[in-house]
């Protein structure tokens, strides 16, 4: 149980264009869902945080307008990169957990999206 | 500041010895601590977990850790290791308000 899943797995697009990613809860329903973004030999960095028909919340210094995420439905947020540029290129993972934010804080990782933007 | 450090960035240990993953956390509050371990190119598997209770925890593939309170710490232990446990290990806190913090990793290489 708890499978999140990510589609695609890797994107290559070009200069300007929009690439929107997808994350879904397979066999659960997830009240939050997070967005992490991971720079090679790095960690992880918590880019935002959605809560299923609400806005998200969004992490000092990420750009709101730059990086788009949609929580429409209870399985499944969507990161929009708008107008993509080369140093937008990075490794996308997502989160979820069937918790809200009162609960203990258990996360279910995707398998990561590779983005390249040439 | 909340923070979660992993002074190794890498370690190299032989196919059957045992292996020790350092993790310091400097928290207000004992954060929730949690051990991932990340497949190259794959996203984020949970081994285990330390909320409260047993200071030793256990979890999956044979690993363990220890929430030592005194010393800020929650190293991960496994008694004999295997090639397959190379990958990246990720020491993350959090003191529930989700914002997990996670260390910078520690690369795992296995020698035969």
């Known amino acids: 149980g708890a499978v999140v899943s990510q589609h695609p797995s890797w994107v290559i697009c070009k200069s300007g264009t929009s690439v929107k990613i997808e994350c879904r809860s397979l066999?659960?329903?997830?009240?939050?869902m997070f967005w992490y973004r991971q720079f090679p030999k790095q960690s992880l960095m918590l880019m935002a945080t959605s809560n299923e028909g609400s806005k998200a919340t969004y992490e000092q210094g990420v750009e709101k307008d730059k990086f788009l995420i949609n929580h429409a439905s209870l399985t499944l947020s969507t990161l929009t990169v708008t107008s993509a540029h080369p140093e937008d290129s990075s490794f996308y993972i997502c989160?979820?957990?069937?918790?809200?934010?009162?609960?203990?804080?258990?996360?279910?990782f995707g398998p990561g999206t590779r983005l390249t933007v040439l | 500041a909340q923070s979660v450090t992993q002074p190794d960035i890498h370690i190299t240990v032989s196919e059957g010895a045992s292996l020790e993953l350092r993790c310091n956390y400097s928290?207000?509050?004992?954060?929730?601590l949690f051990w991932y371990v990340q497949s190259p190119g794959q996203g984020l598997q949970l081994l285990l977990k330390y909320f409260s209770g047993d200071t030793l925890v256990q979890g999956i593939k044979g690993f363990e850790a220890e929430f030592k309170r005194s010393q800020s710490s929650f190293n991960l232990r496994k008694p004999s290791v295997h090639w397959s446990d190379a990958a990246e290990y990720f020491c993350?806190?959090?003191?529930?308000?989700?914002?997990?913090?996670f260390g910078a990793g520690t690369r795992l290489f296995v020698k035969a």
């Open positions: 928290y207000g509050a004992t954060p929730y």
């Open positions: 989160s979820a957990s069937p918790y809200g934010e009162a609960s203990y804080n258990e996360q279910f």
């Open positions: 993350a806190g959090d003191t529930g308000g989700f914002k997990t913090i």
């Open positions: 066999d659960f329903q997830a009240t939050t």
